[in-house]
């Protein structure tokens, strides 16, 4: 097959595709040419992106990035293709790391929540599944149901249906312990005594420990939990990617999973996701039986496990995923181009950022920032908003939500009139929105020697003008 010419492929061809590959949250809505993150991945001109979650459109970059990997794509080998980008992957994280790893792909980080569990039920098919999950909250909106060995979907990567909140394999199912992030009052709890006790009181369980390093809004486990000694199966959740690369090689060295996501700090199209697993896992789990997995053939395909675990793959169908090839692409190129400029300079970039938006938030009544703010990461600003002395639910946030970022507004600067933030996160009774900057705006920053929050204090405004109108009257 001839390859197209990259200039002749356009922004149809590419929506076309973007919305393919995952479940139905790339999907779009026939009524509004929108995604349920009201947002098209290929109208990119004139949004104002602060948000955090997994939501982003192309950018200029990314868009020409997409049109020269799509006029290619049909000379490629699938397989070598898989194999580029999965080394590339590990050289970018790799840097002085010499312990080997092996990167296994997934169509979103809710899907990188199976793996442990998959891994876990086949080095003890006789044992009880437990899984210990910190912060389920602030987690992604499908990785509870994930977490339980549930569907989280009502489609798979290939286009099927399935069923959204039945059991995978109802045989062999997780046992789950939820320990929250926050208290009633916001505060960030340390959940450090609880995994020690559940670990301990379950002696005769395979336990699966989830920990999160930089949630939603940028929460961070004490990774000091961690007992390499044991046989729990830890995983770290950075699907954020908003970390140092020496904490994933401190992770990797200890033996423990890394969950990384290319859609949410790195800006690619939503969803594309990756497991650094840790050879020494590895190798253990291509000795043994896989065939407990096969009901997860209904989620992965033989080419999202590495080359090498024969034994994973034929019990998972073979069947290509261009569309998450294409987000890869997106996320690796921005990578790359993020790796240029060194953490000291993007660290320094983030925290002007971060105290000016914060400096801002804190000079209205309409705002109050979350507690522990200074804990989390500081590409993540988590803040409520108040209306006549109370502050908005989840539902009152998800309105405001939903009004500002399907509604144009005037007052930005460079040809912006649509924005999109960090959707609510609720905890308790209580909830949240959050601003957040990815690679390409702190990029966008350095290469300008400046931070200009002018349309950041534009945004602010525009959340504090639209909570009054819709709700100081009720």
């Known amino acids: 097959m001839n390859d197209q010419p990259a200039n002749t492929i356009g922004k149809n061809e590419i929506e076309e595709l973007l919305t393919q590959g995952c479940d139905e949250r790339v999907h779009i809505l026939p009524e509004s040419g929108l995604n349920k993150y009201h947002l098209n991945p290929v109208k990119f001109e004139s949004l104002f992106q602060r948000g955090s979650c997994t939501a982003n459109v192309l950018t200029r970059r990314s868009f020409n990035v997409a049109k020269a990997f799509l006029g290619k794509y049909d000379e490629l080998s699938y397989e070598n293709l898989l194999e580029n980008q999965a080394n590339r992957l590990r050289a970018l994280v790799q840097s002085e790391f010499k312990d080997p790893f092996d990167v296994f792909f997934a169509p979103s980080g809710s899907d990188l929540v199976y793996y442990p569990l998959m891994f876990q039920m086949m080095l003890n098919p006789d044992k009880r599944l437990l899984n210990i999950v910190s912060c389920p909250e602030e987690l992604g909106s499908g990785s509870k149901f994930a977490s339980e060995t549930r569907f989280y979907a009502n489609y798979n990567q290939f286009g ?157 169908p073979k069947k290509e995923n261009k569309a998450l090839r294409l987000r890869w692409e997106i996320a690796l190129d921005e990578m790359s181009a993020y790796s240029y400029w060194s953490t000291k300079q993007t660290d320094n970039i983030i925290s002007r950022w971060a105290m000016g938006v914060m400096s801002k938030l804190e000079t209205s009544d309409s705002f109050k920032l979350m507690p522990d703010q200074l804990k989390t990461n500081m590409s993540i600003i988590s803040f409520q908003v108040w209306v006549n002395g109370s502050a908005l639910d989840n539902e009152q946030l998800k309105a405001l939500f939903k009004a500002i970022t399907t509604s144009k507004h005037e007052g930005f600067i460079g040809g912006k009139d649509t924005v999109f933030f960090g959707q609510p996160v609720q905890y308790g009774e209580k909830s949240f929105i959050r601003l957040a900057i990815g690679a390409y705006t702190v990029r966008a920053f350095l290469e300008k020697d400046a931070v200009d929050l002018t349309n950041d204090y534009r945004l602010i405004n525009i959340i504090e003008a639209v909570a009054q109108e819709m709700f100081s009257g009720k």
């Not at 559940?198 to 004490?222: E, H, M, Q, R, T």
């Not at 690369?245 to 949410?264: A, F, P, Q, R």
């Not at 997860?296 to 034994?311: C, I, T």
């Open 160 to 316: 099927d249906q399935i069923e959204k909140g039945a059991f995978v394999d109802s045989n062999n199912t997780s046992e789950v312990h939820y320990l929250d992030a926050r208290d009633a009052d916001g505060n960030i709890l340390d959940r450090t005594t609880a995994i020690h006790e559940l670990i301990a009181n379950n002696p005769d369980a395979s336990v699966v420990g989830s920990l999160v390093f930089g949630s939603k809004s940028g929460i961070k486990d004490d990774l000091n939990v961690i007992d390499t000694d044991s046989e729990t199966m830890w995983v770290v959740d950075l699907c954020q990617f908003r970390v140092d690369h020496s904490l994933i090689h401190d992770l990797l060295e200890k033996g423990v999973m890394v969950m990384l996501t290319g859609s949410k700090f790195f800006q690619a199209p939503p969803f594309c996701a990756a497991m650094l697993v840790p050879r020494k896992w590895s190798e253990r789990l291509k000795q043994v039986d896989a065939s407990i997995i096969a009901p997860y053939g209904k989620l992965f395909s033989a080419y999202d496990v590495p080359w090498f675990m024969e034994n994973m793959r034929e019990h998972l």
